[in-house]
């Protein structure tokens, strides 16, 4: 039950002055809420404001910095004119499909991985210095690597988002395996649970909210290694959209194709709160239904 | 059931030695003899972190003993058993799962076909009157509400060997007492024999066919009393008979010299 769902049940009573302080408290609660989206509004118009003040007024380098205005054009030629590399939306896609690729594979192996180390000892005594090791390979440098290795098409930027994407769900997941209730271990075998029923039953649900937080930050990762392989060598993608963008000297261009990428990280990320909610009505916290 | 007549749980000289997270050895429990006969209701009680939870841990089969024997309706144990239900000090209900797959769980674990085992845990759910629950998360649930999900789900299976590890310990002192009543109930029909750990006498007293007091860890049997009270019982009310008392001062002189040495070791330990 929410703290607000408790404080307007005192309504129904017959006590009007207990009423009326809720419908203030209600009024004032609207009031806040209206107040902190207008000071958000009127901050992005300041800052987005000033930007193209200073940038036309030229105390800023409009040919460097570019400004508000110049991006929304820029912003707006591609979508009705297209890039130079064929449709906004093709770029578009062709980025998020890569991401999403990677991302699938790289969270797969990290889950999968994260739980077996996480179960099997062993495993995770052979493993663990290895894996150590890997993760702090700076793994953005093996971008260049996988364009030798895949070519220019897709597969190398799904290969570095895949690195990128796999370390902090693996750790997760092993975080989350290591930190089962041993007492709902204990409680699965006596009721007749088989190791398999074990790891598929207990230790995977109770480590999905460890692996859901990953999930967030990781796809974020997957964006990034999808662009930045296509910055160094694609034939499509809004990387490499920044980088031609660079290489003609269109400061908006990269700005906008920065903002896309912003609006679509934002959808994503709106889609995995959306999924995460449904999988976890169990939890306390979204008890409020 | 199997048809020998033999005890339903017997540890011979059994010990367990841990390894602690330091290096050194902990020894939980030496040296342990305890039978429990078929359909006995036995009550160990002992000084707090005396080592009684070990007992449990070791006739379950999720712990072997470092020497000794454990026995299971004559069988050494080995692994966890399908004759055996657990009721755990804290809360061991799976929060993902509602009430009523909670109480499936172990029919499923088990291998019976789904529509059987819903039949079964609505049967059970029923019993331990929380019937209109059955889609509601544990975290919806009040903590004797929880408590009884674990019994359902832990009757559900048949045990023919029912460990209970201070199973009432966080509950309030009304919800304990309503608690262990709804216990003996659901026992009296099943014939299961119980070991029920805990450090309240007076609720070892009220349940039990025989009180063992355990001694200050390393946890051994110091001795074993018998419990001649009527049943059916009702726990409030058992608790006034004059007998009660007697033997709870009988118990008490026994118990509280190895509460005293442990509470003079923690004293020494602090110091």
């Given at each position: 039950m929410s703290p607000e769902a408790a404080t307007t049940l005192?309504?129904?009573?017959?006590?009007t002055t207990k009423a009326g302080r809720a419908v203030t408290r209600a009024r004032a609660a609207r009031r806040r809420k209206l107040l902190i989206g207008g000071a958000r509004v009127l901050l992005l118009v300041a800052v987005l404001g000033l930007w193209e003040a200073l940038s036309r007024a030229a105390v800023i380098d409009p040919f460097n910095f570019s400004m508000p205005s110049k991006i929304w054009d820029q912003i707006w030629t591609w979508t009705t004119h297209g890039t130079a590399l064929g449709s906004l939306g093709e770029q578009v896609w062709f980025t998020l499909h890569e991401a999403l690729v990677g991302w699938i594979i790289g969270v797969i192996a990290g889950v999968v991985f994260g739980i077996a180390l996480g179960r099997i000892t062993f495993l995770a005594d052979v493993l663990g210095p290895y894996i150590k090791v890997l993760n702090s390979?700076?793994?953005?440098?093996l971008a260049p690597i996988f364009v030798i290795w895949?070519?220019?098409?897709p597969a190398s930027k799904v290969a570095s988002a895949v690195v990128l994407v796999f370390f902090p769900v693996f750790f997760n997941a092993f975080q989350g395996a290591r930190e089962v209730d041993r007492n709902l271990v204990a409680n699965a075998r006596i009721l007749g649970a088989s190791d398999r029923r074990v790891t598929l039953q207990v230790v995977i649900p109770s480590a999905t909210s460890w692996i859901f937080t990953s999930l967030h930050v990781s796809f974020g990762f997957a964006l990034i290694g999808a662009i930045v392989g296509e910055y160094i060598?694609?034939?499509?993608?809004v990387g490499l959209l920044v980088a031609q963008s660079q290489g003609t000297f269109n400061a908006a261009g990269v700005y906008a194709a920065m903002v896309i990428l912003a609006v679509v990280a934002l959808l994503a990320e709106g889609l995995l709160t959306f999924a995460e909610r449904r999988i976890f009505r169990w939890k306390p916290a979204d008890s409020d239904s | 059931m199997s048809t020998d007549t033999g005890p339903a749980i017997e540890l011979r000289g059994a010990s367990k030695t841990f390894r602690t997270p330091s290096g050194g050895l902990h020894t939980a429990v030496r040296e342990l003899d305890l039978t429990v006969g078929r359909g006995e209701f036995v009550a160990v009680v002992g000084?707090?972190?005396?080592g009684k939870s070990t007992t449990l841990t070791l006739v379950s089969g999720l712990e072997e003993p470092t020497e000794g024997e454990v026995l299971v309706a004559g069988e050494p144990v080995e692994g966890?058993?399908?004759?055996v239900g657990f009721v755990f000090q804290?809360?061991?209900?799976?929060?993902?799962?509602?009430v009523l797959s909670n109480v499936m769980a172990g029919p499923r674990f088990r291998g019976v076909p789904k529509a059987e085992a819903k039949a079964k845990a609505r049967e059970w759910l029923a019993r331990v009157g929380l019937a209109s629950f059955e889609?509601?998360?544990?975290?919806?649930?009040?903590g004797g509400q929880r408590k009884r999900v674990a019994l359902a789900a832990t009757f559900v299976n048949d045990p023919e060997i029912l460990l209970m590890d201070?199973?009432?310990?966080?509950?309030d002192v009304q919800t304990r007492a309503l608690m262990s009543d709804e216990l003996l109930e659901l026992w009296e029909g099943t014939g299961a024999s119980v070991v029920f750990v805990t450090h309240d006498l007076e609720e070892s007293i009220a349940l039990a066919d025989k009180v063992v007091v355990m001694t200050a860890?390393?946890?051994?049997?110091?001795q074993v009393f018998d419990i001649d009270l009527p049943r059916p019982r009702k726990v409030e009310s058992v608790r006034l008979l004059p007998e009660f008392i007697d033997i709870y001062r009988e118990i008490w002189e026994s118990l509280g010299e190895e509460v005293r040495i442990t509470r003079e070791r923690g004293a020494a330990d602090v110091a």
């Open positions: 005192p309504v129904t009573g017959t006590d390979i700076p793994r953005i440098v895949f070519g220019l098409g060598g694609a034939t499509k993608g | 000084p707090t972190g005396c966890v058993g399908d004759k804290q809360d061991a209900t799976f929060p993902w799962r509602t889609d509601r998360y544990p975290h919806q649930l009040s201070e199973p009432f310990s966080a509950l860890g390393p946890a051994t049997v110091k």
